[in-house]
């Protein structure tokens, strides 16, 4: 028997100390509700739910994102529908002028309320903004990013809804070899043209015999640049244009915007007024088809950010009832050991039976 080494007591030492760690490391998980606290638990499996984590969180902003594109879409498409209100106004209005009980009068009264929309049409689109950002003055382009990692987004472009875009307003045409022939008839009051994509817009003059002086006409990109003159018609008499020779090449002219101050002006009118309302349906679509592609992402997103959650929670998270388990093994034991360690401690004393 020894005494100056108590190797019983070492033992239960080591094994009490031991035991106490494995309680310390079940209650620090017990009340983190994790498995893994530090790298030490689990290296690897902190490694790989880190990356999740990266990711779960990239889907959840991405979230956020896409709802904000929503918010953006349903921004313009607020504005257009307002826009589409007007539209639809101003061509009441110009059926109204069609209308022959109408006087000058009256339709010049009408016409005041179809300046005032027109230009109500362009006030809205240059004002309209998301986070100062103009939607509908033609400028807008964005990218929406709806992914985790690099280079997920979509793209979305808004196309100018002013009222000169739609026609309504100091229009823009492009003419072609507009040839007029007078062979001592009358000439007529309108002549319909049709800009590149097509839209009717009329030409209208005043009543009454004008000149016209140092008329501009503005060269296309390969444009003649044919003189031009005016003649004037004496019977009824209104302006009447004429080139020496018939202009091959577009030339680009700036005409009035929705004019209903005659039966024929409003019948025109109308023509010019369904396109502008096409253009702003069109539009409208296209935002309404993006906001449910929007939808569904966010859909999509939440489930992958719910499933790749799961697999990170299987992964880092604790199984409580087990780890209870554990903890109350690892604290019998530390009990236990400290009751044997006092036994232990004991053990030297009996060597002083033999000295009595």
């Known amino acids: 028997m020894i005494i100056n080494n108590n190797i019983p007591a070492l033992n239960t030492h080591r094994m009490l100390a031991a035991n106490n760690l494995a309680a310390q490391k079940a209650m620090e998980k017990l009340s983190s509700g994790l498995r893994i606290n530090r790298a030490g638990d689990d290296a690897a499996g902190l490694a790989i ?108 472009n808004i196309s100018d809804m002013s009222a000169k875009a739609l026609n309504v307003l100091d229009v823009y045409v492009a003419a072609t070899e507009q040839n007029f022939t007078v062979n001592n008839q009358n000439v007529g009051e309108q002549k319909v043209l049709k800009d590149a994509d097509n839209n009717i817009v009329a030409v209208f003059v005043n009543d009454g015999y004008y000149r016209v002086e140092d008329l501009v006409v503005v060269e296309g990109q390969d444009g003649l640049g044919n003189t031009t003159y005016s003649l004037g018609v004496v019977e009824g008499a209104t302006a009447f244009y004429a080139t020496e020779s018939a202009l091959t090449d577009d030339v680009e002219v700036e005409l009035g915007g929705i004019n209903i101050s005659s039966q024929e002006a409003a019948n025109a009118a109308i023509s010019v007024i369904d396109k502008a309302i096409e253009l702003v349906s069109a539009e409208r679509s296209k935002l309404g088809a993006v906001q449910n592609r929007l939808e569904h992402t966010i859909n999509n997103l939440g489930t992958s950010a719910e499933n790749l959650q799961a697999a990170e929670s299987r992964i880092r998270d604790v199984d409580m009832a087990r780890e209870i388990m554990e903890f109350t093994r690892a604290n019998i034991l530390s009990q236990a050991s400290q009751a044997m360690l006092a036994q232990a401690n004991q053990l030297p004393q009996s060597v002083l039976q033999l000295l009595g």
């Open 49 to 156: 739910s880190e990356k999740m984590r990266a990711q779960i969180r990239g889907l959840n902003q991405a979230v956020r994102n896409a709802q904000d594109g929503i918010s953006l879409i349903q921004t313009a498409e607020g504005a257009l529908q307002e826009t589409h209100a007007i539209l639809q106004r101003m061509r009441e209005l110009a059926v109204q002028a069609a209308n022959d009980t109408n006087t000058n009068v009256d339709r010049d009264e009408l016409q005041k309320e179809v300046d005032q929309l027109a230009e109500e049409i362009t006030r809205i689109a240059n004002n309209t903004e998301f986070n100062t950002k103009n939607l509908l003055a033609g400028e807008f382009t964005a990218r929406f990013h709806i992914g985790a990692n690099k280079n997920q987004s979509i793209s979305l």
